[in-house]
């Protein structure tokens, strides 16, 4: 512990690193090893590194940090989850922030009320207001470039009540926080409309002083009255060719991109369902001007898998007019065989595979058919309940095949196919291996660290949006260094035609003293061989505070490396900047958090 | 900073975990052979927050990483940790994300994993719906068995499992 730092804390880390070695078992192979100092002048002093309980503690890399800080679940209630966004890491390896040799955890304030809109029509045993149900969530913005975006989230009972711990404001200063209010879809009652049929999500913000405290400690009452009357509200009505074809209990909702790098597509409407006439209205928060509207059948045909019609580009405004609605005819069943092959080359049939079936067909006047739908191979078939053809011809859908994590076959992606009642084979490739070795930065091998491969941030950026979500939505694959340091870890080697690459993180086994390290786009080859070299590793160590409670034991620390590098599409989630975790840490019973940091 | 790198690792182990308690390994003692089942310690999120059950928790999809503190007295056991949604509603469903945990160089009873979130929740998932989330934490590698499809394990193979409630949403814009 550094000599800046209270000293107290210092004698009693010390103590507990003594005692903990003396009082307990030795691990078995431990017997033959030397610390790796006795005194200060075993380390590299002259780069302030200092002995303590057998470690060099310090000589930091350089570069700018920040830090996350999160209390224990016990207590956070009084605490809250903390950015510190000018982390000082000191020559002895202290960690400190805000001025402090410590990192200090805001404290929390309860904030509690009641979410309500005014009695609709039509909602029985409703006075005044009625209380809805659903999700809250409360987000700062992100305390340093690239940092994350803390957020805290609530339930909403059916009372309408909601508690939720904020940081408590700084004298002087405004927190704003954006709130999100999502309402939920359960019903109210028997014959009742759900909270997302009232009111559309709706965004606010909130804004938090010294002053709003309350005395005593008691919550700050903070009651959330929406106005669906506020929001706009757009008509619509869905017509279908055969007069007997059903048009009541379809739902309708409108989307908008939320990520358009990744194409993944947010509800910002209520959810309407059409009348017996098929007639809609829906309800949308002023903001978006241009909108999907999405038509989806009622549940008693979802097994059918029967696709919902989008209607692209819609301009908000008060009547999106009529939507027809296409009369698919009779579903009919159909199978997909799933094989692969074995090490020796013989065709297997494969279990447990996910099947994702998708149509996404034009009708013309900004519609099409739409449908992702998903089911798991048995005995090597997937069978579903589909519509294969549509005035006359065949609707052409496209398949991945998507092998459980772990597996040695390939995905297959974007696979077009038709459904004329042939039987339909979807043949999976095998893997590609990515082999290494993972050594220290002396050559030495790291033994027993897990090797995760993940699709790389560089290629995920040249994907298009669909193919980004699917390779966001595929698990990584992980394996663990043998004692020789050498893995072998199995890949997709393409995605729908294009070369993957692979983000390659090595995570060191606890108690290993080597840095987490991240090797970026590596391509799988069979007859390469990558030697990952972790650097060297600086050990750092920081006393976690409380506002006034002192030590908090079993807090967790992230340590960002702040860069000056442009954020790429995936790390521009988080917000402008690029920051990343170079070591994570716990606190232990006197609030202290030991986080290994790379020394490149 | 070159020297005694196991030991580091023995004094971090211990001061961080507690003490390390040495599976039996006396052969007369009809313990010797016991397998003992792992056990979850904590899970915890990317920022740190602890999976309180039954939640809801919310998991953005496509990004984040589960922190899993596990024990097993038998500190030579790899243990597998393998991540399930709404398995068995209705009907079973393959394993969503998985990751493991070897022994490493100086093996302790507690190891904390780091499993990423990839493939968990997915945009079909982003429904508002509320969705079992399972870990199953095991000792053995997990076979899929007509009586257990994708998560079971043969003896003297063990397991622990946990849930939550989520609800997947998609990346803010």
């Known amino acids: ?600 | 900073m070159v020297q005694g790198l196991h030991v580091i690792a023995v004094v971090l182990a211990v001061a961080l975990t507690g003490c390390v308690i040495p599976p039996p390994l006396n052969t007369d003692d009809p313990d010797a052979a016991v397998n003992h089942p792992p056990a979850f310690r904590s899970v915890k999120d990317s920022a740190g927050d602890e999976l309180t059950r039954p939640g809801p928790h919310e998991f953005v999809v496509g990004v984040g990483d589960l922190r899993i503190t596990v024990a097993d007295t038998d500190a030579q056991d790899t243990l597998y940790v393998r991540m399930f949604i709404d398995y068995g509603v209705p009907v079973p469903t393959p394993v969503r994300a998985a990751c493991e945990a070897s022994p490493g160089a100086t093996p302790t009873v507690e190891r904390t994993i780091t499993c990423p979130l990839l493939g968990v929740c997915t945009d079909d998932l982003a429904d508002g719906a509320l969705h079992v989330f399972e870990v199953d934490l095991l000792d053995r590698e997990p076979q899929s068995t007509p009586a257990r499809l994708y998560r079971d394990v043969t003896a003297p193979g063990e397991i622990a499992s946990y849930w939550w409630n989520i609800t997947c949403v998609r990346s803010p814009s």
């Open chain 1, 1 to 600: 512990m550094s000599r800046r730092a209270t000293s107290g804390w210092a004698a009693a880390v010390a103590v507990i690193g003594l005692g903990a070695l003396t009082g307990c078992l030795p691990a078995a192979n431990s017997a033959d090893d030397t610390p790796q100092c006795a005194t200060t002048a075993d380390c590299n002093a002259t780069a302030g590194e200092v002995c303590d309980v057998g470690v060099c503690w310090g000589d930091p890399p350089a570069g700018r940090f920040a830090a996350v800080v999160a209390p224990p679940a016990g207590q956070r209630g009084t605490l809250v989850k903390t950015a510190i966004p000018d982390v000082t890491i000191t020559a002895d390896g202290t960690l400190g922030g805000n001025g402090d040799q410590a990192l200090s955890l805001d404290p929390a304030v309860t904030v509690a009320g009641v979410v309500t809109i005014p009695c609709p029509a039509g909602v029985a045993a409703c006075a005044g207001a009625l209380p809805l149900a659903g999700q809250l969530r409360f987000t700062r913005p992100a305390a340093f470039p690239g940092g994350p975006r803390l957020s805290e989230s609530a339930e909403v009972a059916a009372d309408g009540s909601y508690q939720v711990a904020l940081a408590r404001p700084r004298v002087g200063v405004t927190d704003t926080y954006a709130v999100t209010f999502t309402p939920s879809s359960t019903p109210l009652g028997p014959n009742q409309p759900s909270p997302a049929m009232l009111l559309a999500p709706v965004a606010v913000d909130l804004e938090l002083t010294r002053d709003d405290m309350p005395p005593g400690g008691d919550p700050v009452v903070r009651d959330l009255a929406f106005d669906p009357a506020s929001q706009k509200v757009m008509t619509g009505q869905i017509v279908r060719a055969l007069p007997d074809s059903p048009v009541a209990g379809w739902q309708v909702v409108a989307e908008v991109l939320a990520t358009s790098g990744l194409g993944a597509r947010q509800v910002v409407s209520t959810t309407a369902i059409t009348d017996d006439a098929g007639a809609f209205a829906l309800r949308l928060p002023n903001g978006p001007a241009l909108v999907d509207v999405l038509v989806s059948p009622p549940p008693s045909a979802s097994a059918d898998h029967r696709p919902s019609v989008r209607v692209r580009d819609v301009v908000v405004g008060d009547s999106i007019g009529a939507i027809d609605v296409p009369v698919l005819g009779v579903p009919e069943q159909v199978s997909i065989e799933v094989r692969g092959t074995d090490t020796a080359g013989a065709t297997i049939a494969v279990d447990g595979a996910t099947v994702v079936v998708r149509l996404e067909h034009a009708l013309g006047g900004g519609r099409a058919l739409s449908l992702e739908t998903r089911t798991t191979t048995v005995n090597g078939t997937a069978s579903l309940t589909l519509f294969p053809v549509w005035a006359g011809n065949s609707l052409p859908y496209s398949i991945d095949v998507l092998p459980a994590p772990g597996s040695d076959l390939a995905a297959r992606y974007d696979t077009a196919v038709t459904f004329d009642g042939s039987a339909l084979t979807i043949a999976l490739p095998r893997r590609i291996p990515v082999v290494g070795r993972v050594v220290d930065f002396r050559g030495l091998p790291v033994i027993g660290a897990s090797v995760t491969a993940a699709v790389a941030t560089a290629t995920l950026c040249t994907l298009s949006s669909d193919d980004s979500r699917i390779a966001l939505a595929m698990a990584p694959a992980q394996v663990t260094t043998d004692t020789k340091g050498e893995f072998t870890v199995f890949v997709d080697g393409d995605l729908a035609g294009t070369r993957l690459t692979y983000d390659v993180t090595v995570r060191p086994s606890d108690g290993d003293p080597h840095p987490t390290w991240m090797f970026p786009s590596i391509a799988p080859a069979a007859d390469t061989r990558a030697e990952l070299t972790l650097p060297d590793a600086a050990w750092t160590r920081g006393l976690v505070l409380g506002a006034s409670q002192g030590p908090v034991a079993g807090a967790s620390v992230s340590i960002y490396e702040l860069l000056d590098e442009a954020p790429t599409c995936v790390s521009s989630l988080g917000g402008p900047g690029l920051a990343v975790v170079r070591g994570r840490g716990e606190a232990d019973e006197l609030g202290t958090a030991v986080v290994v940091l790379p020394r490149p």
